[in-house]
């Protein structure tokens, strides 16, 4: 399995960019698929996630509304779309897939999803 997060970069406040994820080794459609956020000298964070069979969706409260997690199957490969960026949004991006086992599931807990991918940076300047 692979997942290879893309997409990071600099912006400034109040703009946008688009994550993507692109998976391999697993359908997009049979698992869920999160991102997740590390800033500086800060934990893990859990910003969204998708069950890709019943579509589902989560958002954390600091990007609800601005954030919206989506997935091509076709490409095999969700997006995360950010907009309305601010410097709180700065981090690294790491997009993560829990594969369906019949246990209860916390989405927002990172030690649930099994699979990683490298992040991609995400510079946000006021």
């Known amino acids: 399995v692979q997942l290879q997060a893309s997409g990071g970069g600099p912006a400034q406040a109040g703009g946008s960019l688009r994550l993507s994820c692109a998976a391999s080794g697993l359908r997009l459609d049979n698992v869920i698929i999160a991102w997740f956020r590390q800033a500086p000298g800060k934990e893990r964070e859990a910003v969204s996630d998708m069950n890709g069979i019943n579509g589902r969706i989560h958002y954390s409260d600091s990007v609800k509304g601005r954030f919206t997690i989506s997935s091509d199957t076709a490409q095999n490969t969700a997006y995360l779309q950010m907009n309305n960026l601010s410097p709180e949004d700065t981090a690294v991006y790491y997009c993560?897939?829990?594969?369906?086992?019949?246990?209860?599931?916390?989405?927002?807990?990172?030690?649930?999803?099994?699979?990683w991918g490298p992040g991609t940076l995400v510079t946000v300047s006021s």
């Open positions: 993560a897939a829990h594969s369906f086992s019949g246990e209860p599931f916390d989405w927002g807990m990172a030690r649930e999803y099994e699979h």
